[in-house]
């Protein structure tokens, strides 16, 4: 057993505890501080909260009384704590404290902290900047009020006063339209640290935000996290939940650390995504907890004329020991792609009870840089995942998904709208109570599928395993216990891959050029 310090600011530390598990250690975990005990942990991932500033600390693993191993660190230096109730903050769940905690998020100095004590502080938009910590504690909660013509609204895109140049500050599905400004919302922020045990509650619900979810109503629904043009931010340990639509939505952003925190939406909830990174470099997604009502986690780029104009990739996402419950798909590579997604990491996570693992969505329109490379999934266990793996060319959705150019299987011209998939790993998984089918891969046959490599996985199906369709695009029939389908790859490796318990046959393969056995 490893301890591994992972970051701390001046009142917390997280600490990795690698005992072979995934986001949950084998054993209960006996954690002292210097010295003495402190809590008994199950998550790979913990936190420990309410520390003192400028201070060295020793932390020590013990299982059955017999120490596993230790990590030491020093905490941060801290210059002054401003508590928002100082500042006028009531905390009452009535009163709207938005004016008083944003005057103490633009009074505090650097090496300080913004401070929320036990209390409900309702809230419309609070807008971060550069160097701050904030911190709430355990029983604190922001919870936000849901009347439209309390929010900023962001336009979708302004020009330039001498007509060369474009802002963008609204953003909604990849495209850059109008929407209220988020609830936590950082523009141009840099060095942000937001931490602690307690919550941010978006407050939605079908007679708010969720009613009517695809329609414009003065502008798009807000996300409960928001931060464009930002870099060094850093969420510890604060629960969000409820959100009006994406929940944790960096844009155009670099240097993204997520580490222990919860993302915990119902699952009719629409359009709650977890964490959506768009057109972001950087990300390190560790010990998250998600569970909602549509993608876990979505890597974006732009849907169309953002990724063509900008060209920004989202690129080096590393997302390890988390887990997906009750979401659409745990790591989805799409729809809104234009710009490409480039060197991800998926490893040591548990999906359960998610429709798909793997969901790429993609097609015909998306356009030459909407390139998919170096996607890597590996040391995983799926559990009640209707179909694990799928890389859909041929995705549906939005007005233009059931054209003809989208949806035919003719070879068709490669040409400046074409998007490409090129190579995947898929590394040790372990597949069980499988509903829908094993994979589903099907390839533009004008843009095959490059490469696909898989080593080390075992599938097998639910005894009363349910019916559905695999993939979002048209003549996709529903089925059940289906093997793994692949269509239009031009490379595939199938090493020590195990299926067991389908109907028909395990392997239907049409299109593929080399197929390699092992």
Known sequence: MEIRHIMHTARSVTIEIADGGRYFTKQPIELRLNGEPTLTTEKTITSLFDLKPDQKYVVEAYVNGEKQGEVSFKTDYEYVTLDVTRFGAKGDGEHDDTHFIQAAIMACPVNSRVYFPAGTYRITSLFLKSHIRIELAEGAELKAFTDREKFPTFPGMLQSYDETDEYNLGTWEGNPLPMFSGIICGIGAEDVVIYGQGKINGNASKENWWKDPKVMNIAFRPRLFFISGCKNVTLQGVTFCNSPSWTLH?????????IGVTVQNPSDSPNTDGLDPESCKNVEILGVRF????????????????????????ENIHIRQCLMENGHGAVTLGSEMAGGVVNLTVEDCIFRHTDRGLRIKTRRGRGKDAILSNIIFRNLTLDHVMTPLVVNCFYFCDPDGKTTYVQSRDVYPVDDRTP?????????????????????????????????????????????????????SDGVEKSSKRGLFARNVAKLTLDNVRIEGQVGEAYELEGVDELIRR
């Open 250 to 258: 960096p844009y155009f952003s670099n240097d993204l650390k997520f």
């Open 291 to 314: 569970s909602l009502g549509d993608d876990c986690i979505a890597v974006k780029s732009g849907k169309i004329y953002m990724g063509k104009k900008h060209k920004t990739p989202s």
């Open 420 to 472: 490409q998939v090129k190579k995947m790993v898929f590394e040790n998984m372990d597949c069980t109570n499988c509903h829908v089918a094993a994979a589903y891969f099907d390839g533009l046959p004008e843009q095959k599928i490059e490469e696909i490599y898989m080593k080390d996985i075992f599938i097998s199906y639910a005894q009363d395993a349910k019916c559905d369709v695999p993939a979002m």
